[in-house]
């Protein structure tokens, strides 16, 4: 691991947020860093309000949007909500669903299967949509690159809206309305909403037509927050407000089919990581085993007993995907040493009868001993099809451009992607991505990160510093849970592999005049020999609470540590 310690901010403003807010000198720092230099920032970043949402309408075709809705109403059409199999996609179409609902009958639902249609708008659908006269279509986090899907669709007489938060391509699909923060020509203050958080600025324009507010539309911001963490985008800005109250909403009032998962686990209060593996992995679940069906009818339902039956069957899902994600990523990183391709830039493997649900997992969980770019690919119908993920600080997207030529189809994001090919291009696309790789990544890329907030030592670690640190959450990307360096520590004799397998640390560090304090590091057994002896060490870590016996006391949850 790499360790870079992020450099100081200003120090004048650094002192004058000190004084204003009447905080110390690092919780000031951290705050600069975040980009909040104001009192009056700082009230906005640690009193979120539903006020600091944006008005709707300022995003291009909004008022476009709710007047085809609105024509859809008067006419009594046949409306079909339309969205991608994974968690941003279903809780989408949940969200939308539930709210159209409550104002028309017509409202129906369609997820596309994964491995018969594929991502995005899919022919099939839109098929669908003409045998059972629906005349409108809401296409939610997908549609962004669906022109010609949307000229078909338009040549049956059927309507497209689409709320996507993809980029966009050079031309936009010519349907009756296009919500995407991302397209060039929009002006909407906040760029980085998820899918499911563009399906919520249309049911606010909706409902502020109707003399709603947003207050009112509260119990819909569980299913928001859930997306925002599992499509990992900014926690910043108007995704804070959203993510802040949704949190909220799942802890004391959540869905039925929330509450159905949580009442499978022993947890008494979720925060944004909770959400991103607990509740995310199983309504990713249903797409990727089964059906994203499955999902949308757990989110949707307002009986808890018929949700806790549709939470029992995701749960199946959910176990079967572990295990098939385990036995995939063992023979893929077998793959890797039979291929002698341990010392490449990227990693690409492929088999035809890997899981296609799984393979986005298994991309990811290649990265934690390959630390590169990486892709899994898997036989899907005639062609092959892949998920992508990379490294901080590497555009995965833009890298794949470069290769379009053996590319059939991609899309995503800078860290994730996805992609299809004609089987006889694997092998020139695989040397085409290693080489464009090695071309454009910095080595250092290479090597793990550990990004570190500001160096402190262990008096300042008061419960009143921890106090105002818990304010900073929900904590995310653009706002990631502080990390703190300290130097000059000793164990003070109880140092220790603990754990089923020792593989964990577990030791009490204290400098020279400052109290002691337990530090844990979960898989950092093998570095116990640092610490033995009392020899001197420095950790970067984050902060948190340990509950043992009723008692409550601060302590280091442990990034790395080094001598």
Same mark, same amino acid.
Request: with cysteine; net charge negative.
């Given at each position: 691991m790499r360790w870079t310690l992020k450099p100081k901010p200003d120090l004048k403003t650094i002192k004058h947020l000190?004084? +204003?807010?009447?905080?110390?000198? $690092?919780?000031?720092?951290?705050?600069?860093?975040?980009?909040? +230099?104001?009192?009056d920032e700082a009230k906005t970043f640690f009193r979120p309000s539903l006020t600091h949402l944006h008005d709707p309408y300022l995003m291009k075709d909004m008022d476009k949007a709710v007047a085809r809705i609105e024509q859809a109403f008067a006419n009594k059409e046949n409306i079909l909500v339309y969205g991608d199999y994974d968690v941003d996609g279903t809780t989408a179409v949940a969200l939308m669903s539930t709210y159209l609902k409550t104002k028309h009958n017509l409202v129906y639902t369609y997820i596309p299967n994964r491995y018969d249609e594929g991502y995005g708008v899919s022919k099939k659908g839109i098929n669908f949509a003409l045998e059972n006269d629906f005349t409108l279509i809401i296409a939610l986090d997908c549609?962004?690159?669906?022109?010609?899907?949307? #000229?078909?669709?338009?040549?049956? =007489?059927?309507?497209f809206i689409i709320c996507d938060h993809h980029r966009p391509g050079n031309d936009v699909p010519n349907a009756v309305a296009v919500l995407d923060p991302k397209q060039d020509d929009c002006n909407y203050p906040f760029k980085e909403l998820?899918?499911?958080?563009?399906?919520?600025?249309?049911?606010?324009?909706? #409902?502020? &037509?109707?003399?709603?507010?947003?207050?009112?539309l509260m119990p819909y911001l569980d299913l928001v927050a859930t997306a925002i963490g599992a499509d990992i985008v900014p926690i910043n800005g108007e995704n804070r407000v959203l993510a802040y109250f949704g949190l909220h909403?799942?802890?004391?009032?959540?869905?039925?089919?929330?509450?159905? @998962?949580?009442?499978?686990?022993?947890?008494?209060?979720?925060?944004?990581?909770?959400?991103?593996?607990?509740?995310?992995?199983?309504?990713? #679940?249903?797409g990727r085993m089964e059906h994203g069906n499955f999902a949308v009818a757990l989110l949707a339902e307002d009986d808890y007993e018929l949700a806790k039956v549709h939470a029992a069957n995701i749960e199946t899902y959910n176990l079967e995907r572990r295990t098939i994600d385990k036995e995939i990523t063992i023979a893929a990183l /077998?793959?890797?040493?039979?291929?002698?391709?341990?010392?490449?830039? $990227?990693?690409?493997?492929?088999?035809? %009868?890997?899981? +296609?649900?799984?393979?986005g997992i298994v991309a990811s969980r290649l990265t934690e001993t390959y630390y590169?770019? $990486?892709?899994?690919? $898997?036989?899907?119908?005639?062609?092959?099809?892949?998920?992508?993920?990379s490294v901080k600080g590497f555009d995965?997207? %833009?890298?794949?451009?470069?290769?379009?030529? *053996?590319?059939?189809?991609? =899309?995503? *994001?800078?860290?994730?992607?996805?992609?299809?090919?004609?089987? /006889?291009?694997?092998?020139?696309?695989?040397?085409?991505?290693?080489?464009?790789?090695?071309k454009t990544i910095d080595r250092n890329l290479l090597i793990p990160e550990i990004k570190i907030d500001a160096e402190i030592d262990l008096k300042h670690l008061t419960p009143k510093f921890y106090r105002i640190l818990k304010q900073f959450a929900p904590y995310g990307p653009s706002n990631m849970t502080p990390v703190f360096m300290t130097e000059n520590l000793r164990d003070t004799g109880y140092g220790k592999c603990v754990g089923a397998d020792k593989t964990h640390l577990r030791f009490t560090a204290a400098q020279p005049d400052s109290n002691s304090?337990? =530090?844990? =590091?979960?898989?950092?057994?093998?570095?116990?020999?640092?610490?033995?002896?009392? &020899?001197?060490?420095?950790?970067?870590?984050? @902060?948190?609470? %340990?509950?043992? +016996?009723g008692n409550v006391s601060l302590q280091l949850k442990l990034r790395d540590i080094k001598a």
């Open positions: 000190e004084d +204003k807010l009447q905080v110390d000198e $690092t919780i000031a720092t951290l705050l600069v860093q975040r980009g909040i +230099k104001t009192y549609g962004i690159k669906a022109i010609d899907k949307v #000229a078909y669709a338009k040549n049956l =007489g059927i309507d998820c899918g499911c958080g563009v399906g919520f600025k249309l049911i606010q324009a909706l #409902a502020q &037509k109707d003399g709603e507010t947003p207050e009112d909403v799942i802890n004391t009032k959540p869905r039925p089919g929330i509450k159905a @998962i949580l009442d499978q686990i022993e947890k008494t209060e979720l925060t944004i990581t909770d959400v991103v593996f607990i509740i995310a992995p199983r309504i990713n #679940a249903a /077998e793959q890797i040493e039979a291929l002698k391709e341990e010392n490449r830039l $990227t990693t690409v493997v492929y088999d035809e %009868n890997w899981h +296609k649900g799984v393979i590169r770019p $990486t892709l899994v690919f $898997t036989k899907s119908g005639e062609k092959l099809a892949a998920s992508a993920r995965v997207y %833009n890298a794949l451009g470069a290769c379009a030529e *053996h590319i059939e189809q991609f =899309g995503g *994001h800078k860290y994730a992607a996805g992609l299809t090919l004609k089987e /006889e291009n694997y092998q020139a696309f695989k040397q085409a991505f290693e080489d464009v790789v090695s304090i337990v =530090g844990i =590091g979960f898989g950092m057994g093998e570095k116990h020999e640092l610490i033995s002896d009392k &020899k001197q060490f420095r950790a970067a870590y984050s @902060i948190d609470e %340990n509950e043992w +016996k």
